[in-house]
């Protein structure tokens, strides 16, 4: 039972590029999100899906694309690159109690 | 969601008891008390979470005031490998707000051997 994965989990990317950071997890949950956490700061919601095929903004969505085609799969888009999203991604999915975070991409953008 | 206030350091001697205290005086009803922590930049970590009773898990205890207005995590026995970054979050238990976590800044622990 792997949990949640994420990959990779290091990326440097050049300004303007595009990229998808995957999510995987195996635990059947429904609820899916990713947050980005800055240094010095709380994890910051991106995007999060309900189910498959439903998927909504969070609180700092913009530049990221999400889509949900099964359960078991969140993929993050990176449409254009830009230094401002120099971060650390975390993957997480939720059963009803707990959520289970992934160990994070640290993204660079130059 | 109700936001929640954490001091934001703490210390703490190995083998002594953690006490980390939250506010969320703006707390409602359905919302549930969480509490995650993060060690050197991993992934959080569940911890425990309560309603209005006090909880207890193989990790810690939750004591939640009557008024739930505030509560305090409590490591019974911390050891150098709980140092971390402590989040009080306050969680809608239904609707659309269901499983968005809102993370504050939290609360350094640093237990000192």
């Known amino acids: 039972n792997a949990g949640v994965t994420q990959t990779p989990k290091f990326q440097v990317l050049k300004t303007g590029q595009s990229m998808t950071l995957q999510c995987a997890q195996d635990?059947?949950?429904?609820?899916m999100s990713w947050y980005r956490q800055d240094p010095g700061m709380g994890l910051r919601l991106i995007h999060y899906s309900v189910g498959a095929g439903i998927t909504d903004q969070g609180e700092v969505p913009n530049g990221y694309n999400v889509s949900r085609s099964t359960t078991e799969d969140f993929p993050l888009r990176l449409l254009s690159a830009a230094p401002s999203q120099t971060s650390v991604y975390f993957c997480?999915?939720?059963?009803?109690?707990?959520?289970?975070f992934g160990q994070g991409t640290r993204l660079t953008v130059v | 969601d109700a936001k929640t206030t954490q001091p934001p350091s703490m210390d703490c001697a190995e083998g002594r008891a953690a006490n980390l205290p939250c506010n969320h005086s703006?707390?409602?009803?359905?919302?549930?008390v969480y509490w995650y922590r993060q060690i050197h930049s991993q992934g959080p970590q569940y911890i425990i979470h309560?309603?209005?009773n006090n909880e207890t898990n193989e990790m810690a205890s939750l004591i939640i005031t009557e008024d739930r207005k505030s509560s305090t995590l409590i490591l019974p026995h911390a050891t150098l490998r709980d140092t971390a970054v402590y989040y009080c979050?306050?969680?809608?238990?239904?609707?659309?707000?269901?499983?968005?976590?809102?993370f504050g800044q939290g609360t350094i622990l640093t237990v000192h051997p």
């Open positions: 979050i306050v969680v809608n238990a239904g609707g659309t707000s269901y499983g968005k976590l809102t």
């Open positions: 997480a999915s939720r059963s009803y109690t707990e959520a289970f």
């Open positions: 309560g309603l209005k």
């Open positions: 703006t707390i409602s009803g359905n919302e549930y």
């Open positions: 635990m059947n949950h429904e609820y």
